[in-house]
Nanobody, 124 residues
Framework: QVQLVESGGGLVQAGGSLRLSCAAS????????MGWFRQAPGEEREFVAA????????YYADSVKGRFTISRDNALNLVYLQMNSLKPEDTAVYYC?????????????????WGQGTQVTVSS
């Protein structure tokens, strides 16, 4: 089992940057694919990015491709989401999630473990 805690959210102006972190507990962190999702008020949870257990594969939603970067440090049980060129439409609660599936899962139902989320607000 994995417990996940996100941090790094906040308020930023459009065009700015934030780096989200997700700290995972458990000695088996490195076997999980990790993903970031987001949910804006009144909207469904949306896939943002995923990274394979080794870090060798990544996948991004079209809406963030070229602006966001997902990475992980298996020695420290951390996964990151570097967000650049932020837009007001990126405003949402961002969730970190862990999946036992291989590759880079993109559907929220493929993720068994979730953090509590961190709020990101981008002002125009």
């Amino acid at each position: 089992q994995v417990q996940l805690v996100e941090s790094g959210g906040g308020l930023v102006q459009a065009g700015g940057s934030l780096r989200l972190s997700c700290a995972a507990s458990g000695r088996t962190f490195s076997v999980y694919a990790m993903g970031w999702f987001r949910q804006a008020p009144g909207e469904e949870r949306e896939f943002v990015a995923a990274i394979s257990w080794s870090g060798g594969m990544t996948y991004y939603a079209d809406s963030v491709k070229g602006r966001f970067t997902i990475s992980r440090d298996n020695a420290l049980n951390l996964v990151y989401l570097q967000m650049n060129s932020l837009k007001p439409e990126d405003t949402a609660v961002y969730y970190c999630a862990a999946s036992r599936l291989g590759g880079v899962p993109k559907n929220y139902i493929d993720y068994a473990y979730w953090g509590q989320g961190t709020q990101v607000t981008v002002s125009s």
